[in-house]
């Protein structure tokens, strides 16, 4: 961001598991005089719901009602696919390290 930029950012819940929700977020810089927008940044967060002793727990689901929304819930089940054969991938290689 530079002087005379405004930060503008849209984000919009992909999916919901079963104690998780994934919210993609885009961050644009806007220019105040013209209003001509750039991209600067995006990002998928995941948040897990805790109860009140600090364990998951059950999150509502998340139905889509649009083709636009049914593409990016489709696309948010790869990245949590690619997210959890990651993390196994890192722990049997960490396993391996300590064998």
């Known amino acids: 961001m530079q002087g005379g930029q405004l930060e503008r950012s ?14 993609g977020v885009r961050v644009e810089a806007e220019e105040i005089l013209s209003g001509r927008r750039t991209h600067t940044s995006s990002a998928y967060l995941v ?26 819930q489709a696309e948010a089940k790869i990245r949590r696919e690619h997210r959890l054969a990651t993390a196994e991938a890192i722990r049997r290689r960490r396993d391996q390290l300590e064998a």
């Open 10 to 23: 849209k984000q919009g819940h992909d999916d919901v598991g079963r104690t998780s929700i994934e919210v």
């Open 47 to 72: 948040f897990v719901a805790l109860d009140e002793r600090g364990q998951p727990r059950p999150v509502p689901g998340l139905v889509p009602e649009t083709d636009v929304e049914r593409h990016r």
